[in-house]
């Protein structure tokens, strides 16, 4: 059989130019226009508000390649972030903070990927309550209120540097590392590859789709928790809006980085190129003094060119 | 041996048995006492008609579905197969239709998808060795590929491939394979044939279930005949003929008629397509249909059939060509070609012909509720009264006009959808494969059903896979081949030969 | 005849309608919620809070009437809160700045529908699932009425304006009079015209749908322009209602009628459900939450009970549905 000669190019390399030519073009974009864009401390600005955003967005991808969808992820996030806040006030622990997030935000992640996988209710359905519900125990535990003077050890870890580099920056490359790790090299990573492109396959191996689905919505919820804490160091507070909308721009990120929303296909460098990329939009027209509210607005208008091209390409 | 053939007593133990296997779905007995065996380094033919309990065979096989009587001996060992994982440790593994490989996993990770070999770290993957052990299965089986290419770039022929290759791997000695050549060329057939060859020569029994009378003849060493989920008989290719074949499968003379009234002289043009041409793969489709007139599209399962009948109502785009139908072109949507007077009858009806949840009423007069209210003020009550017009006219067996349509038999549901065109009016009526899935008693009175609306003066285009249909209802036919039309068949031509004669590859 | 022996044993469909007993068991959860009510809170049963009840309700309604028939295609709509929001500003702005109340309602229930024909452009023209296209289209129409408003608040109407959302007529509140009138025109185009039997089978199965002949992407069009049209007609009472304007005030709008769509017993999988069960569901949910407003629960619990009546009223429908299957 003489026909791996006819096999093209792996699948990664031809998707690279997609998001490049967005970040490219952006760039040069905000080069010429904005002006201060291109110094050193403006992009190292927007490295660093680009990692809560890589926290929620690199599980968001592999929820994704499993057909699904987290909207529920910017209000798990707030409420993880007011937990920390609430925590570490009262025990002066930025670990126990850290704990308390974690344990919320997995037990949101459980509970929607029970709700998928279990219940059968489609995700964006599904996430659209537990988002309602996470809003309103923010807004039960806040009492709508901001929650002020946390520890030092908290607020601490988003100005810290480690070797010259910002501890947020460390740390998303440190999850990037480890979902890496596990999406191309584990069985696990190679079973979410499965749930998205053929759930059968998985059921003839002997596998319980199920419990792989509630895990990797599991893994959003407690990366929820995490980016929570940075949140939480971030705005030296906990407030009850904190993540309103974050999981739109991850869900951006995502889509702009060339993740199918069909079929089980991901693609994590992608990802955070995207991050970056909507992390240069926003900086870019925030330089020139357009409102967060235009930012908001052409991350919509990013979102739907992005799947709309993905529409075009899947049908190609 | 209960079945006692006289070629069992010389072989040696079967690797697999099965003794009176009977399962029962409500209202179906899928398969009624069945016994066969498979021998080491056979293959053995499964023949039968749709419905005749093959899949079913199939399925309680590997494990899916649980016998509800029978018994199972492994090389003369009494076994249970209650679950995949029973079959898998028996060695049998099913090569399905529809694969079960992930499209964005390589070859390696799909041979071994839950059977990983660990790497060091707990959790992760041997890269090496996975890579190492699929590459040498992938020799095994003589297919040269690089293990870490990904399976979406494969065609179909080598998924199949991948699909063998996992089935071995798992030291499969019993492979099941479902129609493995239906999606396959002729070159991707014949690297098949010579795989199935050397499975053969290392002992693997085989399992192949083929609706082709050639390939029963080149491959099979032995052939089990189902019909109506009981085995008719067990018998070698070099003691029968097809002819005989056919007789065993449907349990009745070849050549039994179906009630048609031919007419003598064809009505005006109805149809005429000219050099049609659609991205679907179809080119330069000349077509003519006339009034009065039950004309065939045949040829091969992919040859471009439906397609064509797809782009004449509009349901695909098309890149050049003309309808004309009733003497304006038509070009657009299928709300367009529907408008004018073209019916579809698709092939799947349940996914593309009827909202199965609604009632028998809803979709009987769904596509005429333009003509049933022209004012556009629907009544429920004036709908069902024509449901209930059509129901007689067509003995839809239903309880109420109100009964859920997914809750009907195969044929009745089958006389909802010709029956929503009928209430629209419809001139033209496309049939794609009109008896797929129905039984013998439904099918004349569908054909009965065509003969009298084309007798009133509608016309029809027929696709059907069943020559002898095409034979028998057909006024003339139309043969494809490759996306073209590879000839035209006038009634006193229209033979099976004929048509597989035109519809082969190689013609 | 094999058929007819087989189609014999088919038990038929009981005397009812499957759509009428759903129906009839939402009205008794409706009563049951009324009669707790009356004997947890004595005010419950007064009429200042029954006629606030049915104007609640029916704020609720306009925007969940038209998202039903969104949901009726399997589909859904997002964006509805954030048109509103944007409807109302927009309205609110051409009042202030002509005078005329007549040309503002206009322009809010035009920027409603142009908002609505675009979500349904992107579902049918660029192919992009509902749900993600109404989400994307939720934030595109937030950031653009935060940035048109930036940060002000309209404020004070023409009198006779601010009738329409606070007036009374007969001793009603006047927007129960177009609650009325609403969902006489939503149950009639539902259930009595071929456009609402089209929708009903799109939703049923739009494959099945397009090959029988119906015009599915113009059906889908309708139906999202006349979801976008609901929620500027909600926009308009909100606004005279509010007798203010402001950017946020659709926040917390969608949830809600997406809770009413789903209580009311309209599959989020497409082909059943009723206006008149939207109705019913904006009623349940409406007499919830003020349940928990007399109860004197804070109002910051009420997303977290909508979020669980969402998932609820959606468990509900995957039991009956699998029920039937």
């Given at each position: 059989m003489?026909?791996?000669?006819?096999?093209?190019q792996p699948?990664?390399?031809?998707?690279?130019?997609?998001?490049?030519?967005?970040l490219v073009?952006?760039?040069?974009?905000?080069?010429?226009?904005?002006?201060?864009?291109?110094?050193?401390?403006?992009?190292?600005n927007?490295?660093?508000?680009?990692?809560?955003?890589?926290?929620?967005?690199?599980?968001?991808t592999l929820i994704?390649?499993?057909?699904?969808?987290d909207?529920?992820?910017?209000?798990?996030?707030?409420?993880?972030?007011?937990?920390?806040?609430?925590?570490?006030?009262?025990?002066k622990?930025m670990l126990?903070?850290l704990?308390?997030g974690l344990?919320?935000?997995?037990?949101?992640?459980?509970?929607?990927?029970w709700?998928?996988?279990?219940?059968?209710?489609?995700p964006?359905v599904?996430?659209?309550?537990?988002?309602?519900m996470a809003?309103?125990?923010?807004?039960?535990?806040s009492?709508?209120?901001?929650?002020?003077?946390?520890?030092?050890s908290v607020?601490?870890?988003y100005?810290?540097?480690?070797?010259?580099?910002?501890?947020?920056?460390?740390?998303?490359l440190?999850?990037?590392?480890?979902?890496?790790?596990?999406?191309?090299?584990?069985?696990f990573?190679?079973?979410?590859?499965?749930?998205?492109g053929?759930?059968?396959?998985l059921?003839y191996?002997?596998?319980?789709?199920?419990?792989?689905l509630?895990?990797?919505?599991?893994?959003?919820?407690?990366?929820?928790?995490?980016?929570?804490?940075?949140?939480?160091a971030?705005?030296n507070?906990g407030?009850?809006?904190?993540?309103?909308?974050?999981?739109?721009d991850?869900?951006?990120?995502v889509a702009v980085?060339?993740t199918?929303?069909?079929?089980?296909?991901?693609?994590?460098?992608?990802?955070?190129?995207?991050?970056?990329?909507?992390?240069?939009?926003?900086?870019?027209?925030n330089?020139?003094?357009?409102?967060s509210?235009?930012?908001?607005?052409?991350?919509g208008?990013?979102?739907?060119?992005?799947l709309?091209?993905?529409?075009?390409?899947?049908?190609? | 041996m209960?079945?006692?053939?006289?070629?069992?007593?010389?072989?040696?133990t079967?690797?697999?048995?099965?003794?009176?296997?009977?399962?029962?779905?409500?209202?179906?007995?899928?398969l009624?006492?069945?016994?066969?065996?498979?021998?080491?380094?056979?293959?053995?033919?499964?023949?039968?008609?749709?419905?005749a309990?093959?899949?079913s065979?199939?399925?309680?096989?590997?494990g899916?579905?649980?016998?509800?009587?029978?018994?199972?001996?492994?090389?003369?060992?009494?076994?249970?197969?209650?679950?995949?994982?029973d079959?898998q440790?028996?060695?049998?593994?099913v090569?399905?239709?529809?694969?079960?490989?992930?499209?964005?996993?390589?070859?390696?990770q799909?041979?071994?998808?839950?059977?990983?070999?660990?790497g060091?770290?707990?959790?992760?993957?041997?890269r090496?060795?996975?890579?190492?052990?699929?590459?040498?299965v992938?020799?095994?089986?003589?297919?040269?590929?690089?293990?870490?290419?990904?399976?979406?770039?494969?065609?179909?022929?080598?998924?199949?491939?991948v699909?063998?290759?996992?089935?071995?791997?798992?030291?499969?000695?019993?492979?099941?394979?479902?129609?493995?050549?239906?999606?396959l060329?002729?070159?991707e057939?014949?690297?098949?044939?010579?795989?199935?060859?050397?499975?053969?020569?290392?002992?693997?029994?085989?399992?192949?279930?083929?609706?082709?009378?050639?390939?029963?003849?080149?491959l099979?060493?032995?052939i089990?005949v189902l019909?109506?989920g009981?085995?008719?008989?067990?018998?070698?290719?070099?003691?029968?003929?097809p002819?005989?074949l056919?007789?065993m499968?449907?349990?009745?003379?070849?050549?039994?008629?179906?009630?048609?009234?031919?007419?003598?002289?064809p009505g005006?043009v109805?149809?005429?397509?000219k050099?049609?041409?659609?991205?679907?793969?179809?080119?330069?489709?000349?077509?003519?249909?006339?009034?009065?007139?039950?004309v065939?599209l045949?040829?091969?399962?992919?040859?471009?059939?439906?397609?064509?009948?797809?782009?004449i109502?509009?349901?695909d785009p098309?890149?050049s060509?003309?309808?004309?139908?009733d003497?304006?072109?038509?070009?657009?949507?299928?709300?367009?070609?529907?408008?004018?007077g073209?019916?579809?009858i698709?092939?799947?009806?349940?996914?593309?012909?009827?909202?199965?949840?609604?009632?028998?009423?809803?979709?009987?007069?769904?596509?005429?509720?333009?003509?049933?209210?022209?004012?556009?003020?629907f009544d429920?009550?004036?709908?069902?009264?024509?449901?209930?017009?059509?129901?007689?006219?067509l003995?839809?067996?239903?309880?109420?006009?109100?009964?859920?349509?997914?809750?009907?038999?195969?044929?009745?549901?089958?006389?909802?959808?010709?029956?929503?065109?009928?209430?629209?009016?419809?001139?033209?009526?496309?049939?794609?494969?009109?008896?797929?899935g129905?039984?013998?008693?439904?099918?004349?009175?569908i054909?009965?059903?065509i003969?009298?609306l084309?007798?009133?003066?509608?016309?029809?285009?027929?696709?059907?896979s069943?020559?002898?249909?095409?034979?028998?209802?057909?006024d003339?036919?139309y043969?494809?081949?490759?996306?073209?039309i590879a000839g035209?068949?006038t009634?006193?031509?229209?033979?099976?030969e004929?048509?597989?004669?035109?519809g082969m590859?190689h013609? | 005849?094999?058929?007819?022996?087989?189609?014999?044993?088919?038990?038929?469909?009981?005397?009812?309608?499957q759509?009428?007993?759903?129906?009839?068991?939402?009205?008794?959860?409706?009563?049951?919620?009324?009669?707790?009510?009356?004997?947890?809170s004595?005010?419950?049963?007064?009429l200042?809070n029954?006629?606030?009840?049915?104007?609640?309700?029916?704020?609720?309604?306009?925007?969940?009437?038209?998202?039903?028939?969104?949901v009726?295609?399997a589909?859904?709509?997002?964006?509805v809160?954030?048109?509103v929001?944007?409807s109302?500003?927009?309205?609110?702005?051409?009042?202030?700045?002509?005078?005329s109340?007549?040309?503002?309602?206009?322009?809010?229930?035009?920027?409603g529908?142009i908002?609505?024909?675009?979500?349904?452009?992107?579902?049918?023209?660029?192919?992009?699932?509902?749900?993600?296209?109404?989400?994307?289209?939720?934030?595109?129409?937030?950031g653009?009425t935060y940035?048109?408003?930036?940060?002000?608040?309209l404020?004070?109407?023409?009198?006779?304006?601010?009738?329409?959302?606070?007036?009374?007529?007969?001793?009603?509140?006047i927007?129960?009079?177009?609650?009325l009138?609403?969902?006489?025109?939503?149950?009639?185009?539902?259930?009595?015209?071929i456009?609402g039997?089209?929708?009903y089978?799109?939703?049923?199965?739009?494959?099945a749908?397009?090959?029988?002949?119906?015009?599915?992407?113009?059906?889908?069009?309708?139906?999202?322009?006349?979801?976008g049209?609901?929620?500027?007609?909600?926009?308009?009472?909100?606004?005279?209602?509010?007798?203010?304007a402001?950017?946020?005030?659709?926040e917390?709008?969608?949830?809600?009628?997406?809770?009413?769509?789903?209580i009311?017993?309209?599959?989020?999988?497409g082909?059943?459900?009723?206006?008149?069960?939207?109705?019913?569901g904006?009623l349940?949910l409406?007499l919830?939450?003020?349940?928990?407003?007399?109860?004197?629960?804070?109002?910051?619990?009420?997303?977290?009970?909508?979020?669980?009546?969402?998932?609820?009223?959606?468990?509900?429908?995957?039991?009956?549905?699998?029920?039937?299957?």
């Amino acid at each position: 059989m003489r026909e791996a000669a006819v096999i093209s190019q792996p699948n990664p390399l031809q998707r690279i130019p997609g998001v490049a030519i967005v970040l490219v073009l952006l760039i040069a974009l905000f080069s010429v226009i904005a002006p201060g864009f291109l110094s050193v401390a403006n992009l190292s600005n927007v490295l660093v508000q680009s990692t809560i955003l890589t926290m929620l967005a690199l599980p968001m991808t592999l929820i994704i390649m499993t057909e699904g969808l987290d909207l529920s992820m910017g209000a798990v996030l707030t409420l993880t972030s007011l937990c920390v806040a609430i925590v570490s006030l009262a025990t002066k622990s930025m670990l126990l903070g850290l704990g308390a997030g974690l344990l919320v935000g997995a037990t949101f992640g459980v509970a929607n990927g029970w709700l998928v996988a279990i219940i059968g209710i489609p995700p964006f359905v599904a996430t659209l309550g537990t988002l309602g519900m996470a809003q309103g125990l923010s807004l039960i535990v806040s009492d709508g209120q901001s929650v002020v003077g946390i520890p030092h050890s908290v607020r601490d870890i988003y100005s810290a540097t480690l070797l010259g580099i910002p501890v947020p920056v460390v740390m998303a490359l440190v999850t990037y590392a480890a979902f890496h790790g596990l999406l191309y090299h584990t069985r696990f990573g190679t079973y979410i590859f499965a749930l998205g492109g053929n759930r059968e396959a998985l059921r003839y191996a002997g596998l319980s789709p199920n419990r792989l689905l509630i895990a990797v919505y599991a893994i959003g919820g407690a990366m929820a928790g995490i980016a929570g804490l940075l949140m939480t160091a971030r705005m030296n507070s906990g407030h009850p809006t904190a993540g309103l909308g974050l999981e739109f721009d991850a869900i951006a990120a995502v889509a702009v980085g060339g993740t199918s929303f069909e079929r089980g296909n991901g693609w994590l460098l992608g990802t955070v190129l995207g991050v970056i990329a909507v992390g240069v939009l926003r900086n870019g027209l925030n330089l020139i003094s357009l409102p967060s509210s235009v930012q908001v607005a052409s991350v919509g208008v990013l979102v739907i060119l992005a799947l709309f091209l993905d529409g075009l390409r899947s049908r190609a | 041996m209960s079945d006692g053939l006289p070629i069992e007593v010389t072989l040696p133990t079967p690797l697999l048995e099965l003794r009176g296997i009977s399962k029962e779905f409500p209202g179906v007995k899928a398969l009624d006492d069945v016994s066969f065996a498979i021998y080491p380094g056979e293959v053995h033919m499964l023949l039968g008609e749709n419905g005749a309990g093959k899949s079913s065979l199939m399925k309680v096989l590997c494990g899916a579905y649980r016998a509800d009587a029978g018994e199972f001996y492994h090389k003369g060992e009494r076994v249970a197969i209650s679950s995949t994982a029973d079959a898998q440790k028996l060695g049998i593994a099913v090569i399905f239709q529809e694969f079960s490989l992930v499209p964005y996993l390589d070859i390696a990770q799909n041979i071994f998808l839950g059977r990983e070999p660990k790497g060091r770290i707990p959790g992760t993957i041997d890269r090496h060795r996975i890579l190492a052990d699929a590459r040498r299965v992938l020799d095994t089986i003589g297919f040269d590929i690089d293990p870490s290419t990904t399976v979406d770039k494969l065609g179909v022929a080598q998924q199949q491939m991948v699909e063998i290759a996992k089935a071995i791997s798992q030291n499969a000695r019993i492979l099941v394979m479902d129609e493995p050549t239906a999606a396959l060329s002729d070159r991707e057939t014949e690297l098949l044939f010579a795989l199935i060859a050397r499975l053969k020569a290392d002992g693997v029994a085989i399992v192949y279930i083929s609706h082709r009378m050639a390939e029963v003849f080149a491959l099979g060493d032995r052939i089990t005949v189902l019909r109506d989920g009981r085995r008719i008989d067990g018998v070698r290719p070099a003691d029968v003929t097809p002819d005989q074949l056919v007789r065993m499968m449907v349990g009745r003379n070849v050549d039994m008629t179906y009630p048609r009234n031919f007419a003598d002289k064809p009505g005006e043009v109805l149809l005429e397509v000219k050099g049609l041409t659609a991205p679907t793969g179809i080119f330069d489709i000349n077509i003519e249909v006339r009034r009065g007139e039950i004309v065939g599209l045949c040829g091969l399962v992919g040859s471009g059939r439906s397609e064509v009948a797809r782009a004449i109502f509009g349901a695909d785009p098309v890149t050049s060509g003309e309808i004309i139908f009733d003497g304006k072109t038509i070009s657009g949507e299928p709300d367009l070609a529907a408008r004018r007077g073209i019916a579809l009858i698709p092939e799947s009806r349940k996914s593309e012909g009827l909202a199965l949840l609604r009632s028998v009423s809803d979709n009987l007069v769904v596509s005429a509720l333009k003509k049933l209210f022209p004012s556009g003020l629907f009544d429920q009550r004036s709908a069902q009264r024509t449901a209930d017009g059509l129901i007689r006219q067509l003995r839809i067996a239903t309880p109420s006009a109100r009964q859920t349509v997914g809750l009907l038999s195969g044929g009745n549901q089958q006389k909802v959808v010709i029956g929503k065109w009928l209430a629209a009016g419809s001139k033209l009526f496309i049939f794609d494969e009109p008896t797929r899935g129905i039984d013998i008693g439904a099918k004349s009175e569908i054909f009965a059903l065509i003969d009298r609306l084309v007798a009133d003066g509608a016309a029809a285009l027929m696709i059907s896979s069943e020559q002898i249909e095409i034979c028998h209802v057909c006024d003339r036919a139309y043969v494809m081949r490759e996306g073209r039309i590879a000839g035209h068949l006038t009634r006193s031509e229209l033979t099976e030969e004929n048509i597989v004669r035109l519809g082969m590859h190689h013609a | 005849m094999t058929d007819i022996t087989k189609g014999a044993i088919v038990p038929p469909r009981s005397f009812l309608s499957q759509d009428a007993v759903q129906l009839f068991y939402r009205l008794l959860a409706a009563l049951l919620i009324c009669a707790v009510l009356a004997v947890l809170s004595d005010s419950f049963l007064s009429l200042g809070n029954i006629l606030n009840v049915l104007r609640q309700a029916s704020l609720t309604f306009f925007i969940a009437s038209g998202l039903t028939l969104v949901v009726l295609t399997a589909g859904l709509d997002l964006s509805v809160g954030a048109n509103v929001a944007l409807s109302a500003c927009i309205a609110g702005t051409i009042i202030h700045k002509t005078g005329s109340p007549a040309l503002g309602i206009l322009t809010g229930l035009a920027c409603g529908g142009i908002v609505g024909l675009l979500n349904g452009i992107m579902v049918t023209a660029l192919r992009i699932p509902s749900f993600i296209a109404t989400y994307g289209m939720l934030w595109v129409l937030n950031g653009l009425t935060y940035w048109y408003m930036a940060g002000e608040t309209l404020h004070g109407f023409p009198a006779g304006f601010r009738q329409i959302g606070s007036g009374y007529l007969f001793g009603l509140p006047i927007p129960v009079y177009l609650l009325l009138v609403f969902l006489g025109i939503g149950t009639l185009f539902a259930q009595r015209t071929i456009w609402g039997q089209e929708i009903y089978a799109i939703g049923a199965n739009p494959v099945a749908a397009r090959l029988s002949g119906i015009p599915v992407a113009r059906r889908l069009l309708l139906v999202y322009a006349v979801s976008g049209t609901m929620a500027g007609l909600a926009s308009i009472i909100f606004l005279s209602r509010l007798n203010s304007a402001e950017a946020d005030i659709g926040e917390s709008l969608t949830l809600p009628a997406i809770a009413a769509v789903l209580i009311g017993g309209t599959s989020l999988f497409g082909g059943v459900g009723t206006v008149f069960g939207t109705f019913i569901g904006a009623l349940i949910l409406t007499l919830v939450l003020n349940g928990m407003n007399l109860l004197s629960v804070s109002a910051n619990w009420q997303p977290l009970v909508t979020g669980i009546i969402v998932i609820l009223a959606v468990w509900l429908d995957m039991k009956t549905r699998r029920r039937a299957q």
